[in-house]
Each structure stands twice: as C-alpha cells, then as structure tokens.
C-alpha cells in the first residue's frame, strides 16, 4: 500500500503541464527582483548597511560572511542586476539564477540587523527557480539553442512554489493566533491611529474596532488564501484578495516592495491557459507577433542523475521548511520577548518592540568601569535592532570585550542594561544585567540571561 | 484537498489553545473605555509650532541681535563696561538656546543650526590659529568647534583670568583687532542663521509644519519626536556625562561642560531640561502628554504620561543639585554628577523607548523598510 501511495504521488508529482506558468513566474520574479535592487541602490542602502558600519551582526555559523568594501558590495549589486535582467530575458538562465540566489544571499547574510522575511522569502524563491526549467519557453536561450525548447513539464515544476506559498501564508497565519494578535487587537491597535492622517479612512483608524476588524482579516486571509489560490473554483476572489490585502498592507505599513513581490509571484497559481494568454499578449505586445503559442510538443526531461538529485535537494529544503518556523517550541518563554526561533519563520509585522540598551565595560583590575557611547561603533539603525535582539546584543558584547582587550583590559567584565518594551507593556530589564556577556558563548540552547517576561512589574 | 482542510483545521485549534494562554502586558488592559476620538496631531503641531518653536526662535534670535550689537558697540571702543554688558548678552543668548536647540529640523536642519551654534567643547587652537592668521571660513569642517557660542564662551570668558585681562586681549593685545574681527564674524553668523530660521517659519514653513499629520519619519511629529530624544540625549551625554567621566572608565573631563569658561553649566542643564518637560507638555496647550493619555499608553500597569512626568520632576530635582562651576563640582564630588546622570538615564528609556513604541512612531536616523 505505501508503494501505491508513493508511486501515486510520485506519478502525480510527474504529470506533464504546460511550461508557460515556469516563464511567466521567471519574467515576473526576474523583473520584480530587477526594480527591488534598484530601489535599494538609489536609496543609498548599501552604503548605509553595508559600507558605513564599522561592525557588523552576522549569522550564527555564518561569520565567514563578510561586506566586501564599497567596491566589493557595488559590484555585487551590479552582479544582481545583471542575473536579474538575464533571468528575465532567459538568457544563460541557469548561471543567471545560481548567480541570483548566491550574490542575494549573501548581501542578507552579511549583517542580521536588515534580515527580513521577505528577504528570507526572495532567498528561497531564488533557490527553487535555480532547480526548474524555466528558461525553456519564451527566452532567449530558446532562440539561441532551439533544441532546448520545451512545451510540457512536470507538475512539480510548478508545485514547488505553489507549495512554498502555501506554507508561507499558513505559517504566517498560524503565528497570528495568539491572544495579543486576536483577543487584545495589539499591535494594530497601536500601528493603526498611527495612519489617522490618512484621507478618508483616516478617522476610522483612531477606533477599536479596526484594529479588530484587521488583526482578524489578516489572520483568516494568512490562513485561508493558500487554499483558496489552489481550488479552481475560489481562485480568481482569492487572487482580488491578494491584491486588496497586500496593497492594503502597502498602504499602511512602510514594508517597501513587499507587497508586489506577493502580487506578481501568486500568479503561479493561475492554470496554465492563463499563462498561456499573459505569454501571447507579450508577444503581440513586445514583437508586434500575432503568432501563437507553439503548437509543437516537447516534453522536458530531466538527465538519468538527476531526478534523484533534483527530488533530494526538494525533499530536504521543505522538510526544512516545515520544520524551521516549529522550532520556536522548543524554547522556553515567551517566543515574542526571547526571540528564540523567531528568524525564518514567517512572523510578519506581529509585535510593537523597542528597546534602549546600555552597555557597561568594567576593568577587573581596577574596579573602573565606562558607559559605551554605542554610536561610537554601531549606527542608529543596528542599535536599534540590537537593543531587542538577545543573539545580537551578545554578539556586541563580545565585540566590546574584545575592543577593551585590545586597549589592554584583561578579561573585560562587560554588561547591559537593556530596556524593552513589548506590545505596549512598558519598559522592563531585558536581560540580566549582572551577568557577564564577555563568557557567555552563542549556541542554540535556550539563553538563560534573559530575564522572564512577567505580566506586570 | 478535503483532508488537508481538515488537517489544516485541527492544527489551527490546536495553536489556538496551546497560544491563547500566552498573553503580553498592557494588552489586557488596553480594553478600557471607547476611546472613540482621535487624537488631534494637526493641534498639537499646531500648538507647538504658535506657542513654543516661533517663540523660541523669535526670542532667540532677537538674543542674537541684542549680542551683534552689543560687540559692535564693544568693539567700536572697548572698555569694561561694554565687555560686560556683551557677556551678559551672551549669556542671555546661551540661556534662550537651551529651549531652542530641540527644533533640528524643517529650516533649522537645512542651515545646521545646532551644530553651528553649538558644538562644544570648543576647539582653542583653532580659534587662536584662526585669530592668529586673521582668517575665518564658517563653511570649513574644523571651524565647527570654533564658532557660535562655545566660542564666544572661550573669547569672552577663557582669555584672561579676569575682565581686566579679557579686555587687554581686545586693546592692546597684538592680535587685538583680528581678534575683534573673528568676535564680530561670529555674532553676525549667528544672527543670520537665526533670522534665516525664524523668516522661514514665519513663512510657509509653519503650514508645511502643521500639515505634516503623519507619523513616518518625515512627518512632523516624528520629526519633532526624533528630535526631542536626540536633544535629550546631548544633555544627558555631552552636558553632563562626557564631562563626568561616564563614558571614559571615570576618568573626567571638567572642561568638557558646556559654557566652561562663563561658568553657568549648571544652570544651562537645568534651563535645558524645564525646556525638554515643557515641550513635552505643549506648556499649556496639547503636548505629547495628551497624545501619550489619549493613546492610553502604559507602563508597567501604570499611565505612561504619569510615568514620564515623574521622571522629569525627578530629574530635575536631581538636576538641581549640581551647582556653578560644574567643572570644580565634577572635580570635587563627581560621584554626585554621575548619580545625577544615572537618573538622566532612566528618562531616556521612558522617551526614546516607551513614547515612541507607544505612539508606533519609528526612531530613527536611518531608514529601512519593515515586514
């Protein structure tokens, strides 16, 4: 029976589809990727998060990852705009989209004050269109190499990221269902008399009862759109939601292009006729071509090796997937005050977090012990993510204690009195500041200097 | 597909009992009453801008035109009299800046007004070279710690043990009259960057002020909320705790104060600081105070509002210990500064941290987008 079951799935997984959504997904994903990087260019982001700081926060296990100079980093955003526009066009597809997803991920590994799931999200789209044909159908790697050319291909070519997706709004909408998001309406009710300006609905934002009416909306679109962008029959209000939802989102919260990042790749879940009609309406756009789609039938299959390869590398990344946003249960506390197993897992926009950390460097010899002007070697932006962040306030710690060692402090005693405040509870210790950070090592246990979240002090 | 419906089902009821017992603070009370008025960001910034910053500048810069004159006249014939009536003008300039730097932004920030009116502690060899040498370019990077008020602090305080030897350096010194010179290019920069931001406010900034009711980085309030905790924290940090020693392993740095050499840092803290709670306030008008009440903002089970208030009648209670010269105050007993400091501190978290993440309004310096 569970041979029935697999071969089954794996048939299903093979069932041949028309290729058209694979290009209409890269031409969207390539040019939304081409105007994000050139947004973050003309904003003067890279010389801002990547070149001014003196000091940067990188990822547990990934401090090899370093910024590359002023050179280095604009040479790797011109390296992302070019794949960009080659992923767009189809040419030397495969390079292209390695080149993508390497140089992308890389920038996002460089310091974890900009991390973003969106970011995270771009990471991951870019890793799946490396393993997908893509590029053979409408580019111009099939007008340079027709041989390439493909009309069908296997379902699963698309399923990934449609699969993907799903787990992305799901887990997004799991994260919601908490007593703050649902039952206190916070932190909307804080973000949303923020937008009182705003014409027309405006006024209505300063009342309760949006707050409610968009902490439960957000909850049952993260939720539900998944599956209602699979079923044929839900799909199209599905997609109108999409759209209202995100730009919504746009509208009142400054989340720069995520939104139709969303917009353009839920295309996906369109059946292939759709795609079909997007292609032919860019050719007669673009070449003036009234010929339709290729009647000829090719179907794409993949090298003797490679299916096992391909089916590995999938069957790991979502295994990953699944797990990665599940292992916050494995911390103790409260997840939102800790931030233990809070990264990579779709928590979007779920808490109002601030905090003020002050950090202390005491001579062990003499007693003496100094405030750190922390703008002395962080930039307003890292220290305010740090300030809230236990992973990266240890990290600047022991870059401190390693910048006193240097002045000639043996074994600096460093510590941090660091004020947070969580959904409007006010502002309390964060981390114990007796303790010593300079000893403390970074591992994935639970961190036991983090103060408990009580209700109230 | 049904079963995954299903499956999707049963693991949402299942997140939603084990997540729902999880509750943070302030949540549970924020429930109280329909506030079902917004609050009013176009009055406050219009009760900001009619009754505390034009005031500010209008009073500022009239001190400004009050201390050009009186070095005209002072170095037209310098004696006793005249040097004194120009240090008294001076420091009634020094004092009516202590309420006027927190408003670094719209026309102020195009002109650089707090950097060029105040960066201290001021550089005494660059004055001297550039006494020295006759020459004096506002726009040179350097000459940012030798000009506005620290300056006039070291010319007419700090170049001689008393009046009689100040006086001497303005007669017959030899540089006497480069000296008079640099004195008179001073004040009349001064003067003409605070008219430069008073004429625009008085203009059409006041409207583009007012209109302005957002509350992203460019907009008025939090522009005017970036500027207050950036304000506070000069105080804190460059008026009294660089000089004390809190930043340097304890070494300290009684030269460092503000106003060393006239020897009114104490007294220009304290101004500082009544200036900071009544901004925060709105005097008597709608301030932050009402925005924080109407937001019904907490703090550890209490009000927000009430929080701050009390921090700053503590601190400047506390504020009110340090005495003039603060520099031989920070020599004797710096541990009384420093405790001074330690309660400057606790009003920091309470703006730069709960205001703003009570009112959503991002503090920043920077800019980047969310998610």
């Keep these: 029976m569970g041979a029935t079951v697999m071969e089954q799935s794996y048939s299903r997984f093979n069932k041949q589809t028309h290729i058209a959504p694979l290009a209409v997904l890269r031409i969207a994903f390539g040019s939304i990727m081409l105007v994000s990087t050139i947004r973050f260019l003309l904003k003067g982001w890279v010389y801002a998060f990547y070149i001014k700081p003196k000091f940067h926060f990188t990822f547990y296990g990934f401090d090899w990852i370093k910024p590359l100079g002023a050179f280095g980093m604009y040479t790797l955003f011109a390296l992302l705009i070019i794949a960009a526009i080659l992923i767009i066009v189809g040419l030397f597809y495969r390079i292209a989209s390695i080149t993508f997803f390497l140089c992308f991920t890389y920038v996002e590994l460089i310091d974890k004050t900009t991390y973003l799931n969106h970011y995270y999200f771009i990471s991951v789209m870019a890793f799946l269109m490396i393993w997908v044909p893509a590029q053979r159908y409408f580019s111009l790697d099939v007008v340079r190499k027709p041989q390439l050319l493909v009309t069908q291909v296997p379902l699963w070519t698309t399923g990934i990221f449609k699969f993907q997706l799903v787990l992305v709004y799901f887990f997004a909408g799991i994260s919601k269902l908490t007593y703050d998001w649902l039952i206190a309406a916070i932190p909307l009710k804080i973000w949303l008399p923020a937008n009182s300006q705003l014409p027309i609905i405006g006024g209505l934002l300063t009342q309760q009862w949006p707050a409610y009416l968009f902490s439960w909306a957000g909850m049952l679109f993260d939720l539900l759109i998944g599956f209602l962008l699979l079923s044929r029959k839900t799909r199209k209000p599905a997609y109108l939601l999409v759209i209202i939802f995100h730009l919504a989102t746009g509208l009142f919260f400054k989340i720069g292009m995520f939104p139709y990042i969303m917009i353009c790749v839920t295309v996906i879940f369109f059946p292939p006729e759709t795609h079909i009609r997007i292609i032919d309406f860019l050719r007669r756009v673009l070449f003036r071509s009234t010929n339709s789609t290729l009647k000829t039938e090719a179907v794409y299959q993949l090298s003797a090796y490679k299916p096992k390869l391909v089916f590995t590398v999938l069957i790991i990344h979502f295994a990953i997937q699944i797990l990665l946003p599940l292992r916050y249960l494995l911390y103790p506390g409260n997840l939102y005050w800790t931030e233990e197993g809070y990264r990579f897992s779709w928590r979007v926009m779920l808490m109002e977090k601030g905090g003020t950390a002050f950090f202390h460097v005491k001579d062990p010899a003499t007693g003496k012990q100094t405030e750190i002007i922390n703008s002395a070697y962080l930039t307003g932006f890292q220290e305010r993510q740090m300030a809230t962040q236990p992973d990266m306030i240890l990290q600047y710690a022991h870059f401190l204690a390693q910048e006193y060692f240097q002045k000639g402090i043996k074994n600096p005693i460093v510590t941090a009195d660091s004020y947070v405040t969580l959904n409007g509870s006010g502002s309390r210790l964060y981390i114990d500041n007796t303790v010593n950070l300079a000893k403390e090592q970074e591992t994935f246990a639970h961190k036991k200097w983090i103060l408990p979240f009580k209700q109230t002090e | ?371």
């Design chain 2, 1 to 371: 597909m049904r079963k995954i419906i299903y499956l999707a089902v049963i693991t949402v009821s299942a997140f939603i009992l084990v997540q729902s017992c999880k509750k943070s603070a302030g949540s549970d009370d924020n429930g109280t009453g329909d506030k079902g008025s917004s609050f009013d960001r176009k009055a406050m910034l219009t009760n900001m801008s009619t009754n505390m910053i034009i005031p500010a500048y209008t009073a500022y810069q009239a001190t400004t035109v009050t201390l050009d004159a009186a070095v005209t006249a002072f170095n037209a014939a310098p004696d006793l009299a005249k040097l004194s009536t120009l240090q008294n003008a001076f420091q009634a300039a020094y004092k009516q800046w202590q309420s006027t730097s927190i408003y670094d932004f719209g026309p102020a920030g195009d002109v650089g007004l707090r950097v060029n009116t105040n960066t201290y502690p001021t550089d005494v060899n660059q004055i001297n070279a550039n006494v020295n040498s006759g020459t004096y370019n506002p726009l040179l990077l350097a000459n940012l710690s030798a000009k506005g008020l620290p300056a006039l602090d070291y010319l007419l305080f700090g170049t001689g043990a008393d009046n009689t030897a100040v006086l001497a350096q303005y007669t017959s010194d030899s540089k006497a009259a480069n000296r008079k010179t640099y004195l008179a290019s001073l004040t009349a920069e001064m003067k003409t960057n605070a008219s430069t931001v008073l004429n625009a406010w008085n203009g059409a900034y006041k409207n583009t002020f007012i209109n302005a009711t957002g509350t992203d980085v460019g907009s008025s309030t939090g522009q005017l909320i970036n500027q207050i905790v950036y304000d506070y924290e000069t105080l804190k940090n460059y008026q009294v705790g660089v000089p004390a020693g809190v930043q340097s392993m304890g070494n300290t740095f009684p030269q460092k104060v503000e106003a060393y050499y006239s020897k009114i840092s104490a007294q220009l803290v304290l101004l500082h600081l009544q200036a900071l709670q009544n901004v925060y306030l709105g005097k008597d008008g709608s301030g932050l105070d009402d925005y924080l009440v109407q937001a019904n903002a907490k703090y550890n089970g209490g009000s927000l509002n009430d929080a701050i208030k009390n921090q700053f009648t503590v601190a400047i209670a506390k504020v009110q210990t340090l005495t003039d010269p603060l520099s031989a105050q920070i020599t004797s007993n710096p541990a009384a500064v420093t405790a001074v400091y330690t309660e400057l501190q606790k009003l920091t978290v309470l703006l730069k941290t709960d205001m703003t993440s009570s009112l959503g309004i991002l503090i920043t310096y920077g800019d980047n987008d969310g998610d």
